[in-house]
């Protein structure tokens, strides 16, 4: 028997928020409190993320890579352009997508992806400071403040208020510094960046004094081991935007390899047993 539809496709795009009600809703977030943006990976995960009540989304590089079955940094810009492009156009939330370093070196290879990524649905993007040269993983300073630049007045020629993130990954590689990450940070929120982030930081007392050093708004990266905190201890912080990166994914597919490792080992299927039904996903989606 055909399932009754709930929602449909036509119905989606009749009734969505315009491009333009999402951004203004996007920015409203930001003026607090501490809100969670969770990283769906798909259009399902999208959706099932919005039953559930959140207010926003992001995309996230690596997951958006692995859905294809690549490594993270091995999209395209047209490919990560396109997926979020789907996840933004499924979903009636703003949708700000991971677009890595902007799919080149230049400051007008990155306000070419911005530009791009405001046109297409998306209502926001993060912008970040690595090379992919193992050598060298991080632009100079200068560099990536100049695409830093760049990215915000693409932005701005936009027409509706885009929220640009801008991360530097200095905690990443060998040698990093609280100082050279603050250094960066701070010449980010100069040159016009919405949003200030840097993944990896080593400790609450980082963050808090990373928070109280900006005057913009701060994006928490959840996902590291030993190095996520909770959404209390971020908030008193002084964390405005909490982002999950590949968590979600990750829980997911631990759930997926753990049923089938125990079908190949055990030749058993408990996992049944805490399995959410079919139906409940679907009405999660709206279906």
Known sequence: MKRPVARDIQ???????????????????????????????????????EGLKFQALATSSAAAAATVAKADGKLTRDEAVAHARAIA??????????????FGD?????????RLAGNSGLVGCTIEDTTGNAEHPLYDFTLSV?????????ARSLPFP????ARTHNFFFPNSSLDETL???????????????????????????????????????????GKSFTVPELAEAGVRRISLATSLYRAAMTGFLDAVR?????????????????DDVLKLMGI
């Open 11 to 49: 119905s989606d795009e009749e009734n969505m928020r315009s491009q333009a009600d999402k951004a203004a809703l996007f920015v409203k977030l930001h003026e607090g409190p501490t809100f969670i943006i969770p990283n769906p990976w798909d259009i399902g995960s999208a959706r099932v993320l």
């Open 89 to 102: 156009n499924s979903t009636d939330l703003p949708v700000s997508a991971d677009l890595e370093n902007g």
């Open 106 to 114: 230049s400051p007008e290879a990155v306000a070419e992806t911005v």
């Open 146 to 154: 100049e695409r830093i630049v760049a990215a915000v007045e693409a």
């Open 162 to 165: 885009f929220v640009l993130t």
């Open 183 to 225: 250094q960066r940070l701070h010449a980010f929120e100069a040159a016009g960046a919405n949003v200030l982030f840097a993944p990896g930081l080593p400790d609450l007392q980082s963050v808090r004094e990373v928070c109280s050093s900006l005057s913009k708004p701060f994006n928490f990266m959840v996902g590291i081991k």
């Open 262 to 278: 125990e079908v190949q080992s055990a030749g058993q299927f408990t996992f049944l047993d805490n399995s959410v039904a079919t």
